[in-house]
């Protein structure tokens, strides 16, 4: 399994800000148009220094747990006011085991919706934290999102030997990547690490297909950059169904807490055109530029490489 736990985290002073990048995908759950709560929870995380991935509402667990593996989260937030919420939380621990990433932990929270009972069976299963009314008023909001942070406050690049053992295979032909180890490796040359060059070096001089053209997209914010791509994206894949695409996108860091919102996801319907487990149709991949006067991440050209 990729990833593992560190120490588990004092969470006794929740206001101290993150030492790792921890990345968060927050969704309400399918079924679910009630997305005030959660535009809240996602708003506080990124004040607080979390780089969010944020989904909407009416999310399917599949949906949720493909971005967290694919975006090599260490948090999913979620709210759900559907009545389904026991049935939904309980099949997304078990897609993250599925998929290799038991490690990332699950939070979520429906008022009165989820009833005690419910809480303790759910933290029972697996989930992490279901918070409660009684909850929101002891710790209020800034608390609860304090502790989740603290809760995912750890390297992935600290766990990354698997992923990278995997890549070697890759690269020699006799095996192909998972979608979680996909994700490591981007994190691994996405951090400042020693395995950052190990990975790169894993990798050929040259790409063994001549032609893979690479486009990039600008403009201002809200201009509909990601619906665009979206759309090319989905017209691409109807003319060439055998081919695959990958999206990395750069949203601009938070000057003071670091934080970031990493929207684009939220407009790439052309994520769910073919589903797998190790090759999707189009691959997305969020990064946070972690400088305020940069335009694009560090990052970006090793992550090309990669893909």
Request: glycine share 12%; aromatic share 4%; with cysteine.
């Amino acid at each position: 399994m990729l990833g593992g736990r560190s120490k588990e985290p004092d969470v006794s002073d929740s206001r101290v800000p993150p030492v790792n990048k921890v990345r968060f995908v927050t969704a309400a759950s399918l079924f679910d148009g009630h997305d005030a709560a959660i535009n809240i929870m996602r708003r506080i995380l990124q004040a607080q220094g979390a780089e969010v991935i944020h989904l909407g509402h009416n999310r399917s667990v599949a949906e949720v747990v493909d971005a967290a593996v694919s975006e090599d989260a260490q948090g999913i937030g979620l709210s759900s006011y559907q009545g389904g919420h026991v049935e939904y939380f309980k099949y997304m621990v078990e897609r993250l085991k599925q998929a290799g990433r038991a490690d990332i932990k699950i939070f979520g929270g429906g008022g009165g919706v989820i009833v005690p009972a419910e809480i303790a069976d759910l933290h029972e299963a697996g989930v992490a934290r279901i918070f409660s009314p009684d909850d929101g008023r002891a710790l209020g909001l800034e608390g609860m999102i304090g502790q989740m942070i603290a809760a995912c406050d750890w390297n992935p690049g600290d766990q990354g030997s698997e992923a990278i053992a995997s890549l070697r295979k890759h690269v020699a032909g006799e095996g192909t990547l998972s979608m979680a180890a996909l994700g490591r490796l981007l994190t691994l040359v996405e951090s400042d690490g020693p395995q950052r060059q190990e990975v790169l070096d894993c990798l050929p001089e040259k790409a063994t297909d001549p032609v893979v053209p690479v486009v990039g997209f600008t403009g201002t914010g809200g201009s509909g950059k990601s619906s665009l791509v979206d759309e090319i994206c989905r017209r691409f894949m109807t003319q060439f169904p055998d081919r695959r695409v990958a999206v990395i996108s750069v949203d601009p860091s938070r000057r003071r807490t670091g934080g970031a919102l990493l929207g684009d996801r939220i407009r790439m319907n052309s994520l769910s055109l073919v589903a797998g487990e190790t090759a999707p149709a189009v691959f997305m991949r969020s990064q946070a530029t972690r400088q305020a006067h940069r335009a694009t991440s560090q990052g970006l050209q090793a992550a090309i490489r990669l893909l």
